[in-house]
């Protein structure tokens, strides 16, 4: 069940967000009509969501696999050079993929990095576990950290959809109809699991509707 669980929280897309504030160059310079659009995200998760989304008309280069961790991930020559050849990063944010802001930083990426957690108000915790993925910084409530797995809650996932449809409309007016075309069913994907998830968890008792887990990601 938990397997499905996770599957139904990464999807969801909002289509009448403002469009996003973009540098002229990567308007101009983005990959040409027939040409899928270069873009690398950090890890796995939010990869697909691109994929989703962005379709045929996007090249998605994944750095972090779905069998490795994204928490201090140190970037190979690869990954550079994979930065260097796209025209579109995306990242978490919210702390848990600081690396990909130097590494993009050091290169001297002149494209847009967008993180997709931008609008989620973030869960903290105050749980007093000192792991590297609770992040702490000076906007954090009375010593708590920031929990960046925010794309777990249907509710955030809706704004990474909306962050990531605006950017690559942004980027790609032309294939616009595409690409809201390809949000709008992602939705009702989405809609259909999320009405799913909440029967099951309904159809528990309160007092069996515990979890176990041997990482601390789950709380939102």
């Known amino acids: 069940m938990l397997k499905r669980f996770l599957v139904a929280l990464f999807a969801f897309a909002l289509l009448s967000a403002p469009a996003l504030s973009v540098p002229a160059r990567a308007q101009e ?3 040409k009509p027939d040409t899928p659009l270069p873009v690398v995200a950090s890890f796995s ?3 697909d969501l691109v994929k989703q989304i962005g379709g045929e008309d996007v090249s998605v280069t994944t750095l972090v696999g779905p069998d490795a961790d ?3 991930y140190q970037p190979t020559p690869d990954d550079i050079k994979a930065v260097s050849a796209a025209k579109l990063v995306f990242l978490n944010g919210l702390g848990f993929d600081d690396w990909m802001t130097r590494m993009t930083e050091a290169a001297k990426f002149a494209y847009p990095v967008i993180k997709a957690s931008n609008g989620v108000v973030p ?3 105050t749980d007093g576990h000192d792991h ?3 992040h702490m910084n000076s906007e954090k409530p009375n010593g708590a950290a920031i929990d960046p797995h925010a794309w777990q809650n249907v509710a955030n996932a809706r704004v990474y959809i909306r962050t990531i449809t605006n950017t690559l409309v942004t980027l790609m007016p032309e294939k616009e109809a595409k690409i809201r075309a390809r949000a709008l069913a992602y939705d009702k994907q989405l809609e259909a ?3 799913w998830i909440k029967q099951s968890i309904d159809d528990l008792p309160k007092s069996k509707r515990k979890v176990i887990t041997s990482h601390d990601a789950f709380g939102y």
């Open 29 to 31: 310079e983005t990959a």
């Open 45 to 47: 998760i939010l990869g």
């Open 70 to 72: 994204a928490h201090g």
């Open 123 to 125: 869960r903290f915790t």
């Open 132 to 134: 590297d993925h609770l």
């Open 193 to 195: 699991l999320d009405e």
